[in-house]
């Protein structure tokens, strides 16, 4: 047995295979040359097939069991547009980052580019913290359940909401008011005569006699009755000069009321000079405290000095 070339196998072929009956061909040529092909078959395939593009169709490697079917190719596999060079490593070990054309054109329209060149078209649901610091229940929360936007508990440090425009910060909420209204009443003891010209937070303004009114906020508007009103009221109306005013007092001195099933109100009257209740043309109130759910301090945190030394 001898490995031969294909070139030396069809030579031994023809010259000791010869095509006749003339009974020259031994049994040994028959062997020899089909030991000749057996030892180079395996040779002739690796150096490669390249006569007339022989595998033309589908080639099956492998009978389907276990380990076997390996096709190993040690330099690349040459693909009609290229040659592949690395192997394939997985779906499971294919690095993002690797990927071309990862910024060519706009290939991930469901994405935000980090940029801004992209809005937000449609409605996008945000149901946990975002937080610059990435840590949980921190940052801002939009809470669908309960019609909130949550903004704080930054690790029980202050929180301050800034507006770029004007460089202004809001510390806390509580410094806005939670209602107000302004109001005339110069038209007699009937409710007629009241006009409404300005309100927020306010469910009910009834006027009881003259110069004085029942004022209830909706419920939810306070958390307690020890929220802090400011009222003001003037007998002359806004044509009137800036000269020409009535001064009156407003007296503010009932809270009650607790939402369920009575709404949270307050009292506000109106006396002018002469001690005597009056319908003014002009009466203005706003009214700041707790709102339902928010945490009150119940003046603990206010340090008391008292230099008349009463207990």
């Known amino acids: 047995m001898a490995e031969q070339s294909k070139a030396n196998l069809t030579t031994n072929i023809t010259n000791e295979l010869a095509d006749n009956n003339a009974g020259n061909i031994s049994a040994r040529d028959v062997r020899q040359n089909m030991l000749d092909i057996v030892d180079s078959i395996v040779p002739i395939v690796q150096s490669g097939i390249n006569d007339s593009n022989p595998f033309s169709c589908n080639i099956t490697v492998g009978d389907g069991s276990e380990g076997c ?4 190719v040690t330099s690349g596999v040459v693909f009609p547009d290229g040659t592949q060079t690395s192997y394939f490593p997985g779906l499971g070990s294919i690095e993002h980052s690797g990927l071309a054309g990862l910024t060519t054109g706009d290939p991930h329209t469901q994405y935000v580019h980090t940029d801004g ?3 937000i078209t449609g409605n996008m649901g945000l149901e946990g913290w975002v937080s610059e610091s990435g840590t949980t229940n921190q940052g801002i929360k939009f809470d669908d359940d309960n019609g909130l936007i949550k903004i704080g508990n930054l690790s029980n440090k202050p929180t301050t909401v800034r507006f770029d425009r004007d460089s202004s910060t ?11 209204m302004r109001w005339t009443a ?12 300005s309100a927020f937070n306010i469910h009910t303004l009834r006027r009881t006699s003259p110069g004085k ?8 508007t306070f958390s307690d009755n020890y929220y802090v009103p400011v009222g003001n009221s003037n007998g002359r109306g806004d ?9 009156n007092t407003v007296g503010m001195v009932i809270t009650s009321g607790n939402d369920a099933p009575v709404l949270r109100g307050m009292t506000y009257l109106v006396i002018n000079t002469s001690n005597q209740y009056v319908n003014s043309a002009v009466n203005t109130l706003l009214v700041y405290g707790n709102g339902a759910g ?17 207990s």
């Open 69 to 72: 079917g390996l096709l190993t």
């Open 117 to 119: 060149s992209r809005s």
């Open 186 to 197: 110069s038209d007699g003891a009937s409710g007629s005569g009241i006009t409404i010209q």
């Open 213 to 220: 009114f029942q004022i209830t906020f909706p419920s939810g």
């Open 239 to 247: 044509s009137d000069s800036a000269e020409d005013f009535s001064i």
């Open 294 to 310: 928010t945490t009150s301090t119940s003046g603990t945190n206010v340090t008391i000095i008292d230099d008349l030394g009463v």
């Open 170 to 180: 809001m510390d806390s909420a509580k410094g806005a008011a939670r209602a107000w």
